[in-house]
């Protein structure tokens, strides 16, 4: 059937594929320039990198689906952790009870931050773009002052034995499979949808949109929280440049490179993680093959603009199908 | 016009996966001629207009024909070049330029002072004014367009066709939004370029229009042209029986309400600018009409009622369990649907499937209790059913609503309103830009409806349609109530008799 087949082509199916592919193809070079590539090590190092960006990519997903922005994820990040490290190494000495609290305090801290951001977007109606682009240089002036001069004390190992690579694995498969199940088949997910989709249709059919605006940002702060336990962990300790602002671009690149529309309505959180995946690995791939910095840059730009082109122009190819 | 102006389309075909939007469509126009095309939402109409606009392009072995000369419209600017204008039914304009920059927008260039950067503003606004002075029609050329009313915006639009040198105008439904007074100087313009040798295709869903305005009418059903007539051969029953094959009976309103069992009061309710100390009742099972002219606040008073826009003093009560008790309007909500006016504004989601928007009145019950999971089967399951009963046409419940046509999507509205099942149901111009056929399917399904007890109320700019429609009239003029009529005393004067006064 000619239906069955434009189903199968259409829609997110062929973004999907081609992003296997590409994810294929990139592990290729990588095996074939790398030697020893593809060992046990490797990948499972490879996953762990990719967590942080896949943490931050299925936070902002929820905001671009809303047709929001927030690019004070990075920031957000650093600045939760400061808190939380500033917090966990004011102790004489520092136990297993004080590292827990201190992640429920990242965790609480991250949430605050997207707070403030959905109460200026939703109840304020300030532009996400600027509201975030503040929040960023809050947030990173935040984490410059508690971080001190001398920078903050590192924790205990423990920290990072609990949060090893395999740990970290296992919450990056595990929390963008709740979150894109809490997306695509709950109530509170379909809102989100609706919203992104026509947000004024949303609120005569009964919708609390602020509120929806309000919580997609609370979670884009609390997953920015998530990737800061993961970085910590990396690092033993927590300092305001953890957060460089052009990861930024990274992580609204993998959730534009997984088909997340920036127009809002469209996306899923498993594709964006798939981007984050792919974003990672041509850093890696560049970085191995030993391209200047310099390039790397240009390259991921390019990236960007070619998915945002393809996923333009498939809106504009089906508005011209259209009757 | 110097050449004699002829235009022809032979054997035009358009297929789009797997439907045929166009069967061989073959008409021609000669100058002067007002010709009418009709048929009902999804016939072809639109196809039509955008294969003339450049917008699609038909299949092979069509052929346009102008001045005898076969000519192939790629894109826009060749349909222009072609002197092929549009006007189209949601009047686009910039909204934030002047009026003599719209009207000619489309060539600048040709504005240019020779050898520098800058336009000549002084020619082009006495280009502009003479455009707009041939149409009768004093807007200040320097007027900013958001300034500018709905019918005024379209003078700009038709001003800016004849600048480009339009020959053969297209106007897809020009009046859907105009007020009564802007409509009849509309006519008057219409005429007045038949009489100066232009071809003008006119679309519209009201008939009486089309008699009044057109020299010969094409029917399209279907995709295919069922009829190619003068219209002094031709009646309405006809008319629409050529558009649908067969005639849709609207039902008569038969039942009297039941008078003392009051759902809804409302006392005094005063918006910021409009609505200005209206008070009503609505009964059980009523069917209470709301009728006024353009901008006389009847939005404005749905949207005050149901708390989308500030209400700055009033009393809501709601009949609950028989007794009448004050309401706040985020409760009210729950019991009541609202059809609002502007379907692509906020009536549908464009971009999502049927089923998902049947169900986002009352998406809360297909959620399992606390973090509510989706149960989509009978989501989907739910959708048929109101589907069916309110006859949406669609492959079925997952189809893109943007891939319906108007009429369509508003039933999946409509569908919508229904599976919440409220105790009232607001609607604001339930069949605009409905054809006939789906316009009675939705007149019947209301009567159904409030004979099971849902009380509605309606705004309709159709005097026609809300005297069939209604048990009972109230009218408004400059936001206030200026009276009530009964279904025994409904006439034209009696509705316009608060609103003139």
Redesign the interface.
């Known amino acids: 059937m000619a239906q069955d087949r434009i189903k199968l082509f259409g829609q997110s199916n062929i973004q999907l594929l081609g992003m296997l592919g590409a994810i294929v193809a990139m592990l290729l070079v990588l095996s074939f320039t790398v030697d020893n590539f593809m060992t046990w090590t490797n990948i499972t190092n490879l996953l762990a990198q990719v967590a942080p960006i896949a943490f931050m990519a299925t936070g902002i997903t929820f905001v671009l689906i809303t047709g929001g922005m927030d690019i004070s994820g990075p920031a957000v990040m650093a600045a939760s952790s400061v808190i939380a490290v500033a917090f966990m190494t004011s102790f004489e000495v520092t136990t297993g009870v004080h590292l827990v609290l201190g992640c429920i305090i990242l965790l609480i801290a991250g949430g605050l931050f997207g707070l403030i951001n959905g109460l200026a977007i939703a109840k304020l109606k300030m532009v996400p773009l600027v509201v975030t682009l503040s929040m960023m240089t809050v947030a990173t002036g935040l984490a410059t002052v508690l971080g001190g001069a001398r920078g903050l004390p590192t924790i205990p190992s423990t920290y990072a034995h609990f949060f090893n690579k395999y740990t970290v694995i296992a919450l990056l498969i595990f929390i963008p499979l709740v979150l894109d199940f809490i997306l695509v088949g709950t109530l509170f997910g379909r809102k989100v949808y609706y919203v992104g989709n026509n947000e004024e249709t949303a609120r005569i059919s009964g919708i609390n949109t602020d509120n929806v605006v309000l919580m997609v940002y609370i979670i884009c702060g609390v997953s920015a929280a998530l990737a800061g336990i993961v970085n910590v962990a990396i690092i033993s300790t927590a300092r305001a440049t953890m957060g460089s602002q052009s990861q930024i671009l990274d992580v609204v690149s993998a959730a534009v490179i997984g088909g997340v529309s920036v127009h809002g309505g469209k996306g899923r959180v498993r594709d964006a993680c798939l981007g984050a995946f792919l974003i990672v690995g041509v850093n890696n791939v560049m970085n191995m093959i030993g391209v200047s910095d310099y390039y790397t840059t240009l390259i991921k730009g390019s990236i960007i603009i070619f998915a945002m082109g393809i996923s333009s122009f498939r809106i504009y190819y089906s508005s011209r199908k259209r009757v | 016009m110097e050449n004699k102006l002829t235009f022809q389309l032979n054997n035009i075909s358009m297929t789009?996966?797997?439907?045929k939007?166009l069967n061989n469509v073959s008409f021609s126009a000669k100058q002067g001629e007002v010709l009418g095309l009709v048929g009902v939402n999804?016939a072809g109409k639109?196809?039509m207009m955008n294969i003339l606009g450049g917008?699609?392009q038909p299949d092979k072995g069509s052929e346009i024909i102008i001045n005898g000369e076969k000519v192939k419209i790629k894109n826009p600017r060749v349909a222009e070049d072609l002197g092929i204008a549009f006007i189209q039914q949601e009047v686009a304009a910039f909204e934030t330029m002047n009026v003599y920059e719209n009207v000619l927008a489309s060539d600048f260039e040709k504005w240019r002072k020779k050898g520098s950067l800058f336009l000549n503003k002084k020619a082009m606004k006495v280009e502009v004014a003479k455009h707009l002075a041939a149409l009768d029609c004093h807007i200040d050329v320097e007027a900013p367009t958001h300034s500018l009313t709905v019918g005024e915006k379209q003078m700009v639009q038709i001003a800016r066709a004849l600048s480009q040198g339009g020959q053969i105008l297209l106007f897809d439904e020009p009046t859907a939004s105009l007020s009564e007074h802007e409509t009849q100087k509309l006519f008057e313009i219409i005429n007045n370029l038949r009489s100066q040798g232009y071809i003008i295709f006119y679309i519209s869903h009201y008939l009486d229009e089309i008699f009044k305005m057109c020299d010969s009418v094409v029917v399209l059903r279907d995709g295919q042209k069922t009829g190619e007539v003068p219209i002094s051969e031709i009646n309405k029953e006809k008319l629409v029986d050529m558009m649908i094959g067969h005639f849709i009976e609207t039902a008569e309103r038969k039942v009297a309400r039941d008078k003392d069992d009051v759902i809804l009061r409302v006392e005094n309710i005063t918006g910021v600018k409009y609505p200005k100390n209206i008070s009503f009742d609505l009964h059980k099972g009523e069917i209470l009409g709301v009728w006024g002219l353009l901008g006389s606040g009847r939005s404005e008073l749905f949207n005050t009622l149901l708390g989308?826009d500030k209400m700055v003093e009033g009393k809501i009560l709601l009949n609950q369990d028989g007794e009448l008790e004050e309401i706040i309007q985020k409760n009210l909500?729950?019991h009541v649907g609202?059809l609002?006016e502007g379907r692509h504004?906020?009536?549908?989601?464009?971009?999502?499937t049927i089923a998902?928007n049947i169900t986002?009145?009352?998406?809360?019950r297909f959620?399992s209790k606390g973090?509510?999971?989706?149960n989509n089967k009978k989501e989907k399951e739910e959708s048929r059913k109101y589907m069916k009963q309110v006859n949406v046409k669609a492959?079925d419940e997952n189809m893109i609503v943007?891939?319906l046509?108007g009429g369509n999507q508003q039933k999946v509205i409509i569908s919508?309103w229904m599976l919440?099942d409220p105790d009232i149901l607001f609607m604001d111009e339930p069949t605009k830009g409905v054809d006939v056929g789906a316009k009675a399917e939705i007149q019947n399904l209301i009567f159904d409806r409030s004979e099971k007890g849902v009380s509605f109320v309606v705004v309709s700019s159709e005097l026609e349609e809300i005297m069939n429609l209604c048990d009972r009239i109230i009218v408004i003029a400059e936001g206030k109530l200026v009276g009530e009529v009964n279904r025994d005393d409904f006439s034209t004067e009696a509705l316009m008799a608060g609103i003139v006064k």
Do not use: Q
Request: aromatic letters at 16%; hydrophobic letters at 40%; charged letters at 20%.
């Open positions: 789009f996966p797997g439907v939007a999804g639109s196809t917008l699609l989308f909500y729950k609202y609002t504004y906020n009536g549908v989601f464009l971009d999502m998902e986002s009145s009352d998406l809360e959620a973090i509510g999971i989706l492959v943007s891939e046509s919508k919440k």
